[in-house]
């Protein structure tokens, strides 16, 4: 149990994480921007509109007719008033009926049309943005991924395209629709009255100025609420997650009082967010309500001068009551606008991030990473000025089997990882076959190298296709004898469906040994020339244990190989062992060597052994003291 708490990653108060989460997440929305900037990023988001304009055009063509017709139809109103009723004039009031009738029928036609434009656009766009952002985080290197909580990043990012998408669609028509509807009423106004219109005109900015106002708090409070609801759910996820956690360390009492503060500010959030869009359409009705007194009052006495008719009034008021609508899209698209523009400059962010491991102009393929490898005076830092590696020199020879060990942070990852080339050296430089290996192309050095990891990474799909990942124009019978050297092949075989069976979301209908050994055997299929095994077996029973050890050790035949292990037993076979502490070599040697030496290697050996003996006969680990803790902590979390 005790050892359980250690090897799971709830270190932190599980609440504290998702706090920590979120309020980085309202940074990132709250962030301000400065007028410049916000024209930047529309011009930005205007360009992705480009490849399109063809649609673009027709879509705004489209809507302009539509938004003009609708204003076009209460003048047409008018007349039917003016020349039909006042007047006793069937034969007026037939022909407007006709005139109507035929741009009815336009109008649905162009509804159509700029409905359908719109949709295949905003799906365009969205199209775009995705392929270029996938193709851009594929790209980017492991150092962005170890800073950036990339999962809910991507996530932000799926939604941030479909709001950017929105705005170029939807925000485009809604305004486009509004201002035209605006405009073409108040020519027609102009038309019937221009002094009526006069303060129509003088009435409608107030409108929409107080309209807007209105839109933005009601959707920062929406936000407010929708926030907080996914806090509240984060904290279910944490809490039932780690229910184990939580109890043992009796922190339910704490967590209820976080948990109702949040939901107190959802409940307070959503109040607001109601209190306002109740008030809101009264509040402009009221203006409005003050533009009409003002037209009939004046407007009867231009009647009375003949400077206005019955009907010309009636359409006066239908106008202003109709233009509620245009005037409330206008507040809306501007108040989510803002918050578009935050998304966009989030994707453009992002897409602006410039991989910090690259091709060097002029690399050049590697033709084969079975020669010497060579670290020379490899110093390396993640953060400024935090050295984890200092004038690393290591020599490798071709096939040569290296294992690490030492304590927890002392820089074995590290070290692979350099290796890889996921990260860079910051000073010396890493040579495979006496050239450094930046002259090669990444592509080159990573398609040779086959790396296993301690957490095992399947992707939803069959046993097959995963395995299939390591080469993917492998034959099925490639693909079973990959399976059989990695020793995954007797378990796959007892599955339901056997290779065929499906692994689930990220391999979750396997045990952590089940995906190591398909990892194994994807390794083994990729045929790589560099092998690495970063805590392979750290996280699986011994029985799975066994077997992996039996893989790896097929799989390393021929190959160099690095393997970090806990396990004295995997890496007492291997060619030298390195024995690694705070970023230097401690110790090296073959295991009957570095015994001898009675050292650091020594040490961990007979400690760890002791530590096995005493699991075994179930001596208490509590007598263990603390100084050996601290040499094999890991060993310690990760034992089952
Ligand atoms: N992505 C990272 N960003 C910043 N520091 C890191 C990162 N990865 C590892 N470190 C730090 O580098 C040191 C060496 O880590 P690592 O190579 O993972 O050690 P090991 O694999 O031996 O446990 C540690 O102090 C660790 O905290
Ligand atoms: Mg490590």
Same mark, same amino acid.
């Given at each position: ?135 851009? !985080?594929?790209? +980017?290197? %492991? ?5 950036? @909580?990339?999962?809910? *990043?991507? =996530?932000? $990012? ?117 209190? !306002?869009?109740? +008030?809101? %359409? ?5 203006? @409005?309500?003050?533009? *009409?007194? =003002?037209? $009939? ?120 990882? +350099? ?222």
């Amino acid at each position: 149990m005790r050892d359980e708490f250690f090897s799971s990653s709830f270190i932190l108060h599980p609440s504290s994480f998702w706090n920590f989460m979120s309020n980085e997440l309202i940074a990132i929305e709250e962030e301000e921007h400065t007028a410049q900037l916000t024209a930047q990023t529309l011009r930005r988001i205007l360009g992705l509109l480009k490849p399109h304009w063809k649609w673009v055009a027709g879509f705004l063509v489209a809507i302009m007719l539509v938004s003009s017709f609708d204003a076009y139809f209460t003048y047409l109103n008018k007349q039917i008033i003016d020349e039909g009723i006042e007047l006793k004039n069937p034969a007026a009031i037939i022909r407007i009926a006709w005139i109507y009738g035929a741009f009815l029928l336009m109008q649905a036609a162009f509804i159509f049309v700029f409905v359908y434009l719109a949709g295949v656009l905003g799906e365009r766009v969205q199209y775009d943005l995705r392929k270029t952002l996938f193709n851009h !985080l594929q790209d +980017l290197s %492991l150092s962005y991924y170890a800073q950036n @909580a990339v999962g809910r *990043l991507i =996530a932000r $990012v799926t939604s941030d395209t479909g709001r950017v998408s929105e705005l170029l669609t939807w925000g485009v028509v809604d305004s486009t629709w509004a201002i035209m509807n605006i405009t073409t009423s108040l020519i027609f106004m102009t038309v019937i009255n221009w002094r009526l219109a006069l303060i129509v005109s003088v009435i409608i900015p107030i409108m929409v100025f107080v309209a807007a106002r209105f839109q933005k708090y009601i959707l920062v409070e929406f936000r407010n609420s929708r926030r907080a609801n996914s806090n509240i759910t984060g904290a279910y996820n944490e809490n039932i997650q780690g229910v184990r956690v939580v109890k043992a360390l009796g922190r339910e009492d704490a967590n209820l009082v976080e948990f109702q503060q949040l939901t107190t500010k959802m409940y307070r959030a959503s109040y607001r967010a109601a209190w !306002l869009s109740a +008030l809101f %359409l009264p509040t402009v009705q009221i203006i @409005a309500a003050f533009a *009409l007194g =003002a037209i $009939v009052w004046y407007g009867g006495t231009q009647i009375q001068i003949g400077l206005i008719t019955i009907g010309g009034i009636q359409a006066f008021v239908s106008y202003l009551t109709f233009m509620m609508w245009p005037v409330q899209d206008l507040a809306r698209v501007y108040a989510e606008t803002q918050h578009s523009i935050a998304s966009a400059e989030r994707i453009f962010k992002l897409a602006d991030t410039p991989p910090d491991v690259h091709d060097r102009s002029g690399a050049i393929a590697a033709e084969t990473l079975l020669g010497e490898i060579e670290f020379q005076q490899v110093g390396f830092f993640y953060e400024e000025r935090k050295s984890v590696l200092r004038d690393f020199t290591l020599k490798v020879n071709a096939g040569e089997t290296i294992a690490l060990v030492g304590p927890t942070g002392g820089g074995k990852s590290t070290i692979v990882n +350099l290796l890889c080339r996921f990260y860079e050296p910051s000073k010396g430089v890493i040579k495979i076959n006496g050239r450094d290996y930046m002259d090669y192309t990444l592509e080159s050095i990573h398609n040779k190298i086959g790396i296993v990891l301690q957490t095992p990474h399947l992707f939803s799909g069959t046993a097959r296709e995963n395995i299939r990942y390591g080469r993917l124009n492998a034959t099925d019978a490639e693909v079973e004898a990959a399976a059989k050297i990695a020793g995954a092949h007797d378990f796959i075989v007892t599955l339901d469906k056997g290779y065929e069976q499906n692994v689930g979301e990220s391999g979750n209908l396997l045990s952590v040994g089940q995906k190591q050994l398909i990892s194994l055997a994807r390794a083994a299929l990729a045929k790589p020339e560099l092998f690495i095994m970063d805590e392979a077996t750290s996280s699986v029973d011994t029985l799975t244990e066994a077997l992996i050890q039996k893989g790896m050790e097929a799989l390393m035949k021929g190959r160099t190989s690095f393997v970090i292990a806990h396990r004295l037993s995997t890496i007492r076979r291997a060619n030298r062992i390195l024995v690694i502490e705070d970023g230097r070599i401690a110790e090296q040697g073959t295991h009957v060597e570095l015994l001898k030496l009675r050292g650091h290697y020594y040490r961990l050996y007979t400690q760890q052994f002791r530590h096995e003996l005493e699991a075994a006969y179930g001596v208490a680990e509590d007598s263990v003291d603390d100084s050996r803790k601290n040499v094999t902590a890991d060993s310690v979390m990760v034992k089952r």
